[in-house]
């Protein structure tokens, strides 16, 4: 029985370590992880305070209000719900980025985050806003002329890599369909919204709004329209 006993404390114990290890974002805590949220609720009409990667007293009231008004717990916390509810992943210090890497009209998280990077060394001025500008192109042009890497104003694997920010394609060949969520969905939907097919808020959520932009576009370029971005489509769409 005691053996029994000492078992279920080990597990709890056990659980609570992992619950703890969990992405779990409050007052205090720092980082490009950070950044992302509050590009991504300051995109949704937010007051957020400045884009710092600081996770201060106007985030948390940001994420409260957010909370409240989506129905999730409101305790000003952004856990594991919270950035899923608002498309926003956890991976470490891996992104994703698109096979041809980001320039001028790209938005999103993955955007802020190079932008914070670029900021904190220098090359950048502005805060983080999560659109890749031209002063963007810019700075990443400076900074791939200062590090030897070919100087075309585009962020691929090789400069995020320079930056300390591990690239990874591992998206790019994914199948993308209702209920999707993440990068890769952002970058559809920013692709699909140049072309005239999305009017839609970029979020990273693949809803109707998207899944009707894919049908349509697949209709069309003459493809099979079942509203499923798969290689076909990504590639047709030049990602």
């Known amino acids: 029985m005691k053996r029994i006993v000492g078992l279920a404390l080990v597990l709890v114990l056990l659980c609570s370590v992992f619950v703890a290890s969990a992405e779990v974002l409050r ?27 600081v996770y201060g007293k106007l985030l948390h009231a940001a994420v409260w209000r ?15 719900q919270t950035l899923t509810h608002l498309g926003i992943k956890s991976s470490g210090s891996t992104v994703a980025v698109p096979p041809k890497g980001l320039t001028i009209g790209d938005e999103g998280p993955i955007v802020a985050s190079l932008q914070g990077k670029l900021n904190d060394l220098g090359y950048l001025a502005n805060s983080p806003s999560g659109s890749y500008d031209y002063a963007t192109w810019l700075a990443v042009w400076t900074f791939q002329r200062d590090k030897s890497i070919t100087a075309n104003g585009v962020a691929d694997s090789k400069v995020l890599s320079a930056l300390g920010l591990s690239g990874s394609n591992s998206e790019s ?36 709004q998207t899944y009707l932009a894919v049908f349509n576009f697949q209709r069309d370029q003459a493809l099979r329209s079942d509203g499923i971005a798969g290689p076909k489509t990504l590639g047709r769409l030049g990602l």
């Open 27 to 53: 007052q205090g805590s720092k980082g490009e992880l950070v950044r992302a949220l509050q590009v991504k609720l300051h995109d949704l009409g937010y007051d957020v305070g400045k884009i710092d990667g």
């Open 173 to 208: 060949g994914d199948v993308l369909s209702y209920g999707s969520t993440g990068y890769a969905v952002m970058v559809l939907q920013t692709t699909l919204k140049h072309k005239g097919y999305y009017a839609d808020v970029v979020d990273g959520i693949y809803g109707y």
């Open 66 to 80: 957010y909370q409240n008004e989506v129905g999730l717990k409101a305790d000003g916390i952004a856990g594991a």
